[in-house]
């Protein structure tokens, strides 16, 4: 009978420490999901804009490139 309450005491012992630990889950999940999902969405809208800004100039550079190969060949044709 003094072993069964001392196992019915250890179970309880690790049910609350394991609601204890999913509680805390829980919290930080909440606050990982609230906070920082929201600003690293934010950041993640900044740098798409950045890279938009850097393929305009790489195909403007690329355009002006091919230009200025291709003008004085067009120049020499005639």
């Known amino acids: ?3 069964t ?7 309880e012992k690790m049910t609350k420490d394991t609601d204890t630990e999913i509680a805390l889950l829980k919290r ?4 990982i ?8 969405a934010e ?3 900044k740098l798409d804009k950045k890279i938009d800004k850097i393929d305009n100039r790489i195909w403007a550079i690329l355009g002006l490139l091919i230009a200025s190969v291709l003008a004085p060949m067009i ?3 005639f």
């Open 1 to 3: 009978m003094i072993k």
């Open 5 to 11: 309450a001392k196992k019915t005491e250890r179970i």
């Open 28 to 31: 930080d999940v909440e606050t």
């Open 33 to 40: 999901r609230d906070n920082h999902l929201a600003h690293m």
């Open 43 to 45: 950041d993640i809208d």
């Open 75 to 77: 120049a020499n044709m």
